[in-house]
């Protein structure tokens, strides 16, 4: 027994062994599969790993610039936030304002294309009675026209914060322009001028302004003509200054076809008295040929015979002297006008 025992215990042991070893071969060959899975998961990563940091060191940079670009954004917006304020209060002083409004107006006149035709006055003196600018139309008549720039009312209704508030500037803006109306009704610039002009055109060098005072005042427009003043903005004024420039190119044409007319009446003339001259040539051209012919007939029943008697009687050379040819053919005279007074005397087409 104790023998059997023994032989028992041993085959036990190996089978032990056996099974061990076949768990951990079956263990290690599960670790290397799951290292190689690892390395495998590993390597197929790789490449979306670079491309995350890739992307991350992208993004940095455009956040970079991004920063840097707002930052001279900001200093740009500073600037032009400074550069407006000074604008503003430039244009709220009444000299700035004025040579704003001279400037616009010469703009205009230059891009309706009647800088030619357009006296400006520069505001130098005090002189109110002066307009900025006086158009010449055809017919030697003028118009007046006065730039005006009412700013003030306008820039606080602009930066108005509340609607009651832009409102209330919006009326203060109206009723600085019908201030000016008024003002420029009552320089009568129509009697300064011969012949006199019907109205004088009070310019604004924006729409925006007609547009304000009007959103408040719509019947602005009428009550001013009735002050023979006339309201225009840049578009308006161009289109009158184009219609202007229109009278001038057709006053331009009529005086050319009054020139052209007078140079074909001077033309005439010369012309009919070079036609006298041509026809005295011809008619003495066809008495000179008429001359001739006589003299040719003299030649051959006078002169010729006594020729040849003398050579006969060995009187000079052997040579026969030169004939003269007759001529048969007329001079042809011009056609004259019916009534013309060479044709009363008979002297005409042969």
């Known amino acids: 027994m104790p023998s059997a025992t023994f032989w028992i215990t041993i085959v036990l042991a190996a089978a032990a062994g056996v099974g061990f070893a076949v768990v951990w071969m079956r263990a290690r060959n599960a670790a290397q599969n799951t290292a190689n899975d690892a390395r495998t998961a590993a390597d197929a990563a790789r490449p979306m790993a670079d491309a995350l940091a890739r992307i991350e060191t992208q993004m940095r940079e455009i956040e970079s610039q ?15 936030s400074k550069e407006t304020l000074a604008l503003s209060q430039a244009l709220r002083g009444p000299n700035s304002r004025g040579r704003w ?95 006199a002009p019907e109205m004088v055109v009070l310019f604004l060098p924006g729409e925006h302004f007609m547009s304000a005072a009007l959103e408040r005042n719509r019947d602005l427009l009428e009550l001013a003509l009735a002050k023979k003043v006339l309201l225009a903005t840049p578009v308006t004024l161009v289109s009158i200054l184009k219609g202007v420039s229109y009278g001038w190119r057709q006053e331009r044409l009529a005086k050319n076809a009054e020139e052209l007319r007078r140079i074909a009446g001077e033309f005439h003339e010369r012309v009919r008295a070079f036609a006298e001259f041509y026809v005295d040539s011809g008619r003495h051209l066809s008495k000179s040929i008429e001359a001739y012919n006589r003299s040719v007939a003299s030649w051959d029943a006078r002169l010729l015979p006594s020729l040849k008697r003398m050579r006969e009687l060995g009187v000079g050379g052997s040579a026969e002297p030169p004939q003269p040819i007759r001529i048969d053919t007329a001079a042809r005279q011009p056609e004259l006008p019916a009534d013309h007074p060479k044709r009363a005397e008979g002297i005409c087409p042969t």
């Not at 991004?66 to 200093?75: D, K, S």
């Not at 007046?144 to 209330?168: G, H, I, N, W």
Request: proline share 5%.
């Open 66 to 80: 991004r920063q840097h670009a707002l930052g001279g954004l900001e200093a740009h917006l500073a600037t032009l």
């Open 101 to 195: 409004g001279e400037l616009t107006l010469r703009r205009v006149a230059e891009l309706a294309g009647m800088a030619p035709y357009c006296d400006f006055f520069e505001q130098q003196t005090e002189d109110r009675k002066r307009p900025d600018m006086l158009v010449k139309l055809p017919g030697g008549r003028t118009l007046a026209v006065d730039a005006k720039a009412p700013l003030s009312a306008y820039l606080d209704a602009e930066e108005a914060a509340d609607p009651a508030t832009r409102a209330a500037a919006l009326d203060r803006h109206s009723q600085q322009l019908w201030r000016h109306v008024m003002d420029l009704s009552t320089r009568e610039y129509w009697a300064q001028f011969d012949p």
